[in-house]
């Protein structure tokens, strides 16, 4: 069961940790990025027709509120030469103050509808770096995951080498041994046959020594006693003449 288990964790932890993996689900993260970025591009680089439209309307608002001011003035300008009654132009100086205001409506409202349309360029501008980054970042994740799987495979690789040495160390010793085996097991050999033809070379010996014993004379002394020295020299004709010193056991 242990075995099993063992089993069972390691392979999770291999697919987890699978480089080819991770680099193919980064790919598809890039990919992904890009997609989004190449349809989000152009519109946010286009403005908003709903702003852009507030933008023109308050802009022709604000452009007639100017063109009735200019009027305005005018008229005024021309009753003051005709020397107008002070009613009447007090009654038109009152409608100048209230275009005015409209005016300063108008402006407030322009701007506000041009700030609207700025900020939302921002928020555009802003958002559009948002996806380049998120296309640079799936990027370099990318990198890194090639980098991983690079170094994965470099490590694949010396230690399959270190693997081989020392499967080529474990190879060379056992040659060394079986080499040494065979050579003790010669010399042995050749120390039993050399025994065995010093054994023989002995026999042989002995044998001539036995064969030259039985064929020696038989000397009989006259009398008891012990052989105190024998002399041996060569004589003529190659052959031996022997003196036999014998002292008599016979006590006085």
Do not use: C
Request: net charge positive.
């Amino acid at each position: 069961m242990r075995g099993n288990f063992s089993q069972s964790r390691s392979q999770v932890s291999k697919s987890a940790f699978d480089p080819q993996k991770l680099i193919t689900k980064a790919m598809n993260k890039i990919n992904q990025a890009k997609l989004l970025f190449l349809n989000r591009e152009e519109l946010l680089k286009t403005d908003n027709p709903e702003r852009r439209a507030e933008l023109e309307k308050a802009e022709a608002k604000l452009n007639i509120a100017k063109q009735k001011i200019e009027e305005q003035e005018q008229m005024i300008a021309a009753m003051e030469d005709m020397k107008m009654q002070p009613e009447i132009l007090k009654h038109e100086q009152s409608k100048l103050k209230k275009i005015q205001f409209e005016l300063n409506e108008a402006q407030s409202e322009f701007l506000q509808a041009q700030a609207k349309i700025e900020a939302y360029a921002v928020e555009q501008g802003q958002e559009l770096e948002r996806l380049r980054i998120n296309v640079k970042l799936a990027e370099s994740d990318l990198e890194l995951q090639q980098s991983k799987l690079q170094t994965a495979i470099n490590k694949r690789q010396i230690q399959e080498y270190q693997a081989f040495v020392e499967k080529s160390k474990r190879s060379q010793a056992q040659n060394i041994s079986i080499q040494n085996y065979d050579k003790s097991k010669l010399q042995y050999e050749e120390s039993i046959r050399n025994k065995d033809y010093q054994l023989a070379q002995l026999n042989i010996s002995l044998g001539n020594v036995e064969d030259k014993l039985a064929n020696l004379p038989v000397i009989r002394s006259p009398r008891n006693g012990h052989i105190k020295k024998i002399k041996l020299w060569k004589g003529v004709d190659g052959k031996y003449k022997n003196t036999i010193t014998i002292v008599s056991n016979i006590s006085h």
